[in-house]
């Protein structure tokens, strides 16, 4: 089992740069497929961006695309969501997850951080 805990959100202005980060506990952070998923209120819960075991694959919603980077660092046992040129409609709950048998279903979940992004 791994736990995770988000951090990094906050109020910003359109056009600003934020990053998350998310740190896991547990299990060897590298054995697990990570991901980013967002929530706003009233909508159902979308898939951001996704990152192999080794860093190397990244996959990324297409709201996001261009403006978002998925990284982790493996030996901090943490990953990370750059997000660039943010606009209002990026205001969300912002999730991280661990996939643990690569099969595209996220196990395990953080607490969500809150970022807002004001016009």
């Known amino acids: 089992q791994v736990q995770l805990v988000e951090s990094g959100g906050g109020l910003v202005q359109a056009g600003d740069s934020l990053r998350l980060s998310c740190v896991a506990s547990?299990?060897?952070?590298?054995?697990?497929?990570m991901g980013w998923f967002r929530q706003a209120p009233g909508k159902e819960r979308q898939f951001v961006a996704d990152?192999?075991?080794?860093?190397?694959?990244?996959n990324y919603g297409d709201s996001v695309k261009g403006r978002f980077t998925i990284s982790r660092d493996n030996a901090k046992s943490t990953l990370y969501l750059q997000m660039n040129s943010l606009k209002p409609e990026d205001t969300a709950v912002y999730y991280c997850?661990?996939?643990?048998?690569?099969?595209?279903?996220?196990?395990?979940w953080g607490q969500g951080t809150q970022v807002t992004v004001s016009s």
């Open positions: 997850a661990a996939d643990r048998h690569n099969d595209n279903v996220f196990d395990y």
């Open positions: 547990g299990r060897t952070f590298s054995s697990y497929v």
């Open positions: 990152i192999s075991f080794s860093g190397i694959g990244t």
